[in-house]
Every structure is written in structure tokens, then in C-alpha cells.
């Protein structure tokens, strides 16, 4: 069974600094996608960052970044010049590559921002 | 389309009552998923809908629980005989069917459910 470990309850950061949120993962796939999601305060979850396992390059959205270690089954969040918005519970979540079923994510236990 | 949207809310209930919650979710959305969050957890998959066609079920979801997702649009959730290890957050999720995106989950608010 594939899972998920986020393990870091709480991270806090100045504003305009930056921080990294870590996320260990277990799964005998090959193929899969990671992603990052933010939830804020009594508001809905929001994708912030997506990785495709098949792809070397870490991928980056705006101030949000990753470092996907796949070998070391690593993927760690980076927010850059960190801002009062970010305050946030932030989830990893993992789903294999199955083209045609199911995407259901696998979460972990979240890091509060 | 605003996303996601689920009702209601919120939902106090009586333990051993019957309560139904509702997902519309992302109209050109084929795929629908329903989680629970318990809380300081991380959501918990429940069940997942193909258009009309409920394909997969956790083993989470007892047989106190059904879903539906009549004419593959909204979807409804109803728990029968409500117990106190209910209450949790139950959230809704659509993806499109679309290969290069299938993976991309939308979240809608939640409907937050207390069992007293």
C-alpha cells in the first residue's frame, strides 16, 4: 500500500522568507504524480503544485517549488519570499499513473503553515 | 462555473439519523470523488464515480453509506444510522477525463458533519 508522511506538524516562516515543507512517500509504482495542496483556514483545498514521476525536472510555479528526489522517494515544498496568505495546512498527496481508472490521492497528515 | 459546490455546509445530526449531502461538481468534469477528514488527518479517499458508473468504494465506506451520481452530474452522499465516529469533514473532488489531466483534483468547501 502506498503512503504518505508528512513529518513536520508545524513550520512557521517570517514573511519574505522562505521555507521548505518535507514529504517522504512509499509506493512500488514506477510511474505516479505528487502534488502539493493548500488548505486555508475553513476554505477549500487548492492544487498548488503537481510533479509527474517520469519527468527529472523539479517543477515550479511562481514562488512554490519542488526538490522530487525520486530514488530517495523525497518531494519537499519550497515557498519563496513567503507571504501572510501562505498561512495554511499544506498536504502532500500521492496517485499512481493509471491511464483510464481511478486518480484517488493518497494523503499525508499535513504541515501547518 | 465557480467549481466545486457542495451543500450544505454544515450538518448537526442526532446519533442514528439519516443525513444526505450533495456535490455539483466542475461541469465538464467526468470523474467525481468523495473523501473524508477527520480532523488533524489528511483526507481519506471514500469512493470515486465515472460519469453514472460508481467504480471504486474504500473498504472505509461502510454499508451505512451510499453514494449516487444520477445522469453522471451532481452526486449524493448518505449515511444511514449516523454514529458519533462519523463526524468529520466529508469532501467532494472532480477531475476531467481528459489523459493529460486526469490527475487534477478540484476540491470543493466540504460539508462538515457533527453527530451528537
Known amino acids: 500500500a502506498q503512503t504518505v508522511t508528512q513529518s513536520q506538524p508545524e513550520m512557521s516562516v517570517q514573511e519574505a522568507e522562505t521555507v521548505t515543507l518535507s514529504c517522504t512517500y512509499d509506493?512500488?509504482?514506477?510511474?505516479?504524480?505528487l502534488f502539493w495542496y493548500k488548505q486555508p483556514p475553513s476554505r477549500q483545498m487548492i492544487l498548488v503544485i503537481r510533479q509527474e514521476a517520469y519527468k527529472q525536472q523539479n517543477a515550479t510555479e511562481n514562488r512554490f517549488s519542488v526538490n522530487f528526489q525520486k530514488a530517495a522517494k523525497s518531494f519537499s515544498l519550497k515557498i519563496s519570499d513567503s507571504q501572510l496568505g501562505d498561512a495554511a495546512m499544506y498536504f502532500c498527496?500521492?496517485?499512481?499513473?493509471?491511464?483510464?481508472?481511478?486518480?484517488?490521492?493518497?494523503f499525508g497528515t499535513g504541515t501547518r503553515l | 462555473d465557480t467549481g466545486v459546490s457542495q451543500n450544505p455546509r454544515h450538518k448537526i445530526t442526532k446519533r442514528g439519523q439519516n443525513v444526505t449531502f450533495r456535490c455539483d461538481p466542475i461541469s465538464e468534469h467526468n470523474r467525481l470523488y468523495w473523501y473524508r477528514q477527520t480532523l488533524g488527518q489528511g483526507p481519506e479517499f471514500l469512493t470515486y464515480?465515472?460519469?453514472?458508473?460508481?467504480?471504486?468504494k474504500s473498504r472505509l465506506l461502510s454499508d451505512r453509506f451510499s453514494a449516487e451520481r444520477p445522469k453522471g452530474s451532481f452526486s449524493t452522499l448518505e449515511i444511514q444510522r449516523t454514529e458519533q465516529g462519523d463526524s468529520a469533514m466529508y469532501l467532494c473532488?472532480?477531475?476531467?477525463?481528459?489523459?493529460?489531466?486526469?490527475?487534477?483534483?478540484?476540491f470543493g468547501p466540504g460539508t462538515r458533519l457533527t453527530v451528537t
Open positions: 509506493t512500488s509504482e514506477s510511474d505516479y504524480y
Open positions: 464515480f465515472q460519469n453514472e458508473a460508481q467504480l471504486e
Open positions: 498527496a500521492y496517485t499512481p499513473r493509471n491511464t483510464g481508472t481511478a486518480s484517488k490521492l493518497t
Open positions: 473532488a472532480s477531475s476531467p477525463l481528459a489523459v493529460s489531466r486526469e490527475d487534477e483534483q478540484y
